[in-house]
């Protein structure tokens, strides 16, 4: 692969004729060996950027992400094109894992995606030195700084497979990323120098609006009526998402809604619709967006506050990636803000609290202590809040502090599709088939259907199967199941339960130490960023775009022209202008004669009345006119 051209790839597998806006300068950079840091907003084509150079070098690429759904989504694609590919997550059973690791080490893949728990594995280690690595890519790197808005102390674990692999350049990707976090990433990721390759926030296409208002659906329906098009509208809790779809569906707006608690097929049926615009507006919580290619989201609305300002930026910014104008509107007022700080303040339950359900959760797992370290278990957060008697918020809550301390991870009701593999080998299972001869034309129909069965685990779909064959899907299901008993294949049942991956062994009640310093610290660094928001939504001057890039480090950057703030100031200036010049009518007409108000309009037809009207009051201000009897005159 190493003779072909770097714009022989990108059209070869992608089908493009040119690189956007930076991506062949981190590209080059990356080939050079430099570790390199980019910085490119949403939207920007950040997979491009080690995907390609990846391809041009022999070995395989890690990608190290911390979104399962997105790792998914990247191998898929990958493999559409030809190019082999898988990602290990804590849906893997331990069988499957050890296959794919296996696999990767003897040269099977290209790209290995790994979520940054699997690093230190012992399965993981194991292979690591029978990998030829080429590159090392970490998306979403903001994850690794304790200042960036969505810090996991698993990603520290990448500094210790740079120990491993010495002379593996590191690409470091994020699309939000402020100042302190740039230089925090560089440190935490072992650069041997600074060096960031930034694209601009700034986005020339996107109209960003905070909008005041107490009746928030009729704003928002006034909005999607006055825009057109397709989009999407945030929403922060799941039952005010089904609630306001019902509202928009009410004025015969093409709309449903989105959020993690629905299961896979529900989920996906509104994906597709939205995307091949059958559906005009999805209402759906922040689950919603991410990994989705769809370049023509004419507007992105905000029915409740964002919990940062970089969350916001990603969000809005899947409006207008076809480069033609969208709106970000952001419908603001003080009980959403009272809301937003409440939020913030129930997202740190207290320390007991937090320890009391890290204790339940090891009891409701049944994991001993010492046990647990790489095990992903099945979880239902109702359940267990109803079991042990506590608020499901306040729970959530707490497991999402116990991620950030590095003790668990939660993944929410992600959908991992059916897999299946051979174990009998390829004699092994002829002799089956003649011996069962009841089983021989389901397995040639899985055999048909999919490829590579025998050397790692493939996904499946028990529909096509079962449609080919002529049975149902459950009936299929039973005898795979009965496949898996005899040892003839391996068979995992899609699943979308949420689940939680220990990364570290059950720790007992005395030895379960949580940082008062680190509590208060992260408390401190979410509530600067509540304020941030606030500050953003308050604003009446400078300019919306401006407030972002600056939050972004950005310093010098110009008014966007098109925001709330930038057009009301327009027309302030324009009104200014305009009172100027019917100031100057009114003083020539008036040098003739004294007028009253309605002779003094008839000589300024041409004006608007209450324009008039304020070039008056502003005459009387300056004193440059007076009233006498009804009648304005020019002042002596």
């Known amino acids: 692969m190493s003779h072909s051209s770097i714009h022989t790839i990108l059209k070869e597998y992608w089908g493009y004729d040119s690189f956007r806006d930076k991506q062949e300068e981190i590209i080059k950079s990356v080939l050079e060996k430099k570790d390199t840091l980019a910085l490119l907003p949403t939207g920007g084509g950040k997979s491009i950027c080690f995907q390609v150079p990846a391809m041009q070098m022999e070995g395989m690429c890690i990608v190290v992400s911390p979104l399962i759904a997105l790792m998914e989504d ?66 979403e790197a903001h994850c690794i700084s304790q200042w960036g808005y969505d810090f996991r102390p698993s990603y520290l674990n990448i500094s210790l497979i740079r120990e491993q692999l010495k002379d593996v350049p590191v690409l470091a990707l994020t699309a939000t990323a402020t100042p302190k976090v740039v230089l925090d990433i560089q440190e935490k990721l072992s650069f041997k120098q600074e060096n960031v390759i930034r694209k601009s926030f700034f986005r020339e296409n996107l109209s960003y609006v905070v909008l005041k208002e107490e009746n928030m659906e009729e704003r928002m329906l006034k909005v999607i009526k006055n825009v057109g098009g ?108 009272i809301a937003l700080e409440e939020d913030m303040q129930r997202s740190f339950p207290p320390i007991d609290t937090i320890k009391k359900i890290y204790l339940a959760l090891s009891n409701y797992l049944q994991v001993p202590i010492g046990g647990g370290e790489g095990q992903s278990f099945p979880f239902h957060i109702g359940d267990f809040s109803k079991r042990y008697d506590q608020e499901a918020g306040t729970v959530y809550n707490s497991l999402e502090f116990l991620q950030k301390e590095g003790l668990i991870q939660l993944s929410e009701g992600f959908y991992t599709p059916s897999r299946l593999k051979f174990i009998l080998n390829k004699e092994e299972l002829y002799k089956f088939q003649v011996a069962q001869k009841s089983y021989d034309p389901i397995i040639k129909s899985i055999l048909r259907a999919y490829g590579g069965l025998f050397e790692e685990y493939s996904r499946i779909d028990e529909k096509l199967i079962a449609h080919r064959l002529n049975i149902s899907s459950s009936q299929l299901k039973i005898i795979l199941k009965k496949l898996m008993e005899m040892e003839v294949v391996d068979y995992i049942e899609a699943s979308d339960q949420a ?32 304020e941030a928001v606030i500050h953003y939504t308050r604003s009446e001057v400078s300019c919306r775009s401006k407030l972002l890039l600056s939050y972004f480090g950005e310093k010098e950057s110009k008014d966007c022209g098109h925001c709330d703030l930038c057009l009301e100031r327009k027309k302030k200036e324009h009104e200014k202008t305009n009172i100027k010049l019917i100031s100057n009518k009114i003083e020539d007409c008036l040098r003739e004669k004294s007028l009253d108000l309605k002779n003094l309009q008839e000589r300024l037809e041409e004006f608007d009345e209450k324009a008039v009207i304020k070039a008056i009051e502003y005459l009387l201000s300056e004193e440059i006119i007076r009233e006498r009897d009804a009648q304005f005159e020019i002042k002596d």
């Not at 190019?83 to 050890?98: G, H, L, Q, V």
């Not at 220990?502 to 660094?525: G, V």
Request: charged share 25%; with cysteine.
């Open 230 to 337: 397709s989009g999407i509208v945030y929403c922060n809790r799941r039952l005010r998402c089904k609630q306001l779809a019902s509202y928009l569906q009410n004025f015969q707006i093409p709309a449903d809604f989105y959020h993690g608690g629905m299961d896979h097929d529900r989920r996906s049926s509104v994906q597709s619709a939205w995307i091949k615009n059958e559906l005009q507006v999805v209402v759906a919580t922040n689950a919603f967006g991410m990994g989705i290619d769809k370049a023509d989201v004419r507007f992105v609305i905000h029915m409740d506050y964002p919990s940062s300002l970089e969350a916001y930026y990603q969000e809005a910014g899947r409006g207008g990636r076809d480069g033609k104008r969208s709106y970000a509107v952001l419908i603001a007022n003080q009980p959403q803000e």
């Open 74 to 139: 990247q191998v898929q694609n990958l493999k559409q094109r030809g190019i082999k590919a898988i990602s290990i997550s804590s849906a893997m059973n331990k069988r499957e894992i050890d296959i794919a690791l296996d696999n990767a080490a003897n040269g099977a893949y290209k790209f290995l995606y790994l979520s940054p728990e699997r690093l230190k594995t012992e399965l993981f280690q194991a292979r690591l030195e029978r990998m030829n690595i080429n590159l090392l890519a970490i998306d």
């Open 499 to 530: 689940r939680i991956f220990f990364n570290k062994a059950r720790i007992d009640q005395r030895s379960l130490i949580i940082s008062k310093q680190n509590y208060h610290d992260r408390k401190k660094d979410q509530t600067e960023k509540i």
